[in-house]
């Protein structure tokens, strides 16, 4: 931390720090890990809701590895089903490993649109595949993805992410730099839960949308949830103009239920992909859909989709990601994570009321957040753009300080794990409640 949020600053930190900003550009390896204000946050060891900073600070952990660690930190049945694989089998990268098929197995059992399925290493591999496939078999260049979203760091979906503004809704739309410009132009971006918009965008472009990727839950700009009957409507629309469906479910996969999202509102995409809490933290991800579209991909003889990757399959992984599975099928912990994410969503709103802050508590299961702005229901990116994100972020930089880590970026979700109890509930309400106190003051004294 700062001088100013010194719960987890001491001398070994530092010292991590300055090492890494050496060799290491920024000190972190993604973009988002760049936290203003909390960049000298170190991590030596995980367990269960928490991990241990470089001086031994203890903090609860609200963001769960983006949503990967699902079981909580360092589940020992995962692990010692890596270690057990490891020991026995590393990678050859030829022929087929029991693990890879055991995963695609139990993948094609829970989840509804799985016929078939093709690993991967990272979510933004899975959905540049699902794309190329999708673009293969229509044979037609555009994609459609909603305003806000976040599918990955690829040219085709990095564009029309968190900030798209109005004016630049149905048309391509440039935000990063080093994205070709010929690629971006490929992609169109509209508003969700707007089928109407969605109707025009395929009136607009006769036979020349290949895909809708869609995240079930807008988790990229925090909890903004899909409308009754939008998921099925992007199902029709797409269905009806030959396009494919792709639901993307890196986030929601198994987090919300084991059969993903698309089995609590029985949806059948025509693809999906997978990633994050998959294997508790642990690198795989994937594909899944239909036969006759998977089978595609070139790794099928005929298959027109280059599908590669040294890593694809790799047998620890994929051990990691069927232990993971056959836990949350023998354990069930969703219920007890919705009812922790239902406590939370009430209390924080409480503290905000109680405190005359304008704030609207949204979620989904174990996901939450709150933004600061009138109250009015979220549908869209436009209906959260006036967040006050100052105060977002300074309540959870002040959260550090209380122990409690949520990733303090506007927009981002909180997330709670299997292994998240009532105590690191409690700990999070009475640190928000504390915090809130301290960022009003500051602010009502002018020093932010
Ligand atoms: N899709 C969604 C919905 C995501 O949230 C993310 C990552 N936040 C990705 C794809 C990309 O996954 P990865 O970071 O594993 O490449």
Redo the contacts with the bound molecule.
């Keep these: 931390m700062t001088a100013t949020t010194t719960a987890t600053a001491g001398p070994a930190t530092e010292e991590l720090v300055r090492r890494a900003r050496s060799v290491i550009p920024g000190g972190v390896n993604s973009s988002s890990r760049r936290l203003p204000g909390c960049e000298d946050l170190t991590v030596v060891a995980t367990d269960g809701a928490y991990f241990t900073t470089a001086d031994g600070a203890e903090i609860a952990d609200f963001q769960c590895g983006?949503g990967a660690t699902l079981l909580g930190h360092n589940d020992p049945d995962v692990n010692a089903a890596v270690a057990e694989t490891a020991a026995r089998t590393d990678l050859v990268g030829y022929g087929i490993s029991a693990e890879e098929v055991a995963l695609a197995e139990r993948l094609v059992t829970h989840l509804p649109g799985a016929e078939r399925v093709l690993l991967c290493n990272?979510?933004?591999e899975a959905?540049f595949h699902a794309i190329r496939l999708a673009r293969v078999a229509t044979g037609r260049p555009l994609v459609v993805k909603f305003q806000g979203a976040?599918?990955?760091?690829s040219d085709t979906v990095l564009p029309g992410g968190v900030g798209t503004p109005a004016d630049r809704l149905n048309t391509p739309y440039t935000a990063a730099a080093g994205l070709l410009p010929e690629v971006v132009a490929q992609t169109l971006v509209v508003p969700f839960n707007d089928l109407d918009a969605m109707r025009a965008v395929f009136a607009a472009h006769p036979g020349r949308i290949a895909a809708v990727i869609v995240?079930p839950i807008l988790?990229?700009l925090g909890n903004v949830l899909p409308e009754d009957g939008f998921h099925a409507g992007v199902r029709d629309i797409t269905a009806e103009h030959g396009a494919v469906m792709i639901f993307?479910e890196?986030?929601t996969g198994f987090r919300h239920a084991l059969g993903g999202y698309q089995s609590l509102i029985g949806l059948t995409p025509d693809l999906t992909?997978f990633?994050?809490a998959v294997a508790n933290g642990y690198p795989i991800?994937g594909v899944a859909g239909r036969a006759d579209l998977m089978d595609g991909f070139a790794t099928n003889p005929g298959g027109r989709a280059f599908f590669g990757g040294t890593f694809n399959g790799n047998p620890a992984m994929a051990a990691a990601a069927s232990a993971c599975i056959d836990k949350l099928a023998a354990t069930d912990p969703y219920p007890e994570m919705f009812r922790l994410g239902d406590r939370i969503r009430t209390g924080m709103q409480e503290i905000f009321d109680e405190a005359g802050v304008s704030a609207v508590t949204s979620g989904f299961g174990s996901c939450f957040n709150t933004y600061f702005i009138p109250k009015r229901p979220v549908r869209r990116q436009e209906d959260v753009m006036d967040n006050d994100a100052d105060l977002y972020v300074g309540l959870r930089l002040e959260g550090v300080r209380h122990g409690v880590f949520e990733i303090p970026l506007a927009f981002k979700r909180s997330i709670v794990s299997a292994a998240h109890t009532d105590t690191e509930v409690d700990r999070l309400l009475e640190s928000t409640r504390a915090s809130l106190r301290t960022v009003l003051a500051r602010r009502a004294a002018g020093t932010r």
């Design positions: 983006f990272s979510g933004s959905t976040y599918h990955g760091w995240e988790h990229a993307d890196v986030v992909t990633g994050k991800a």
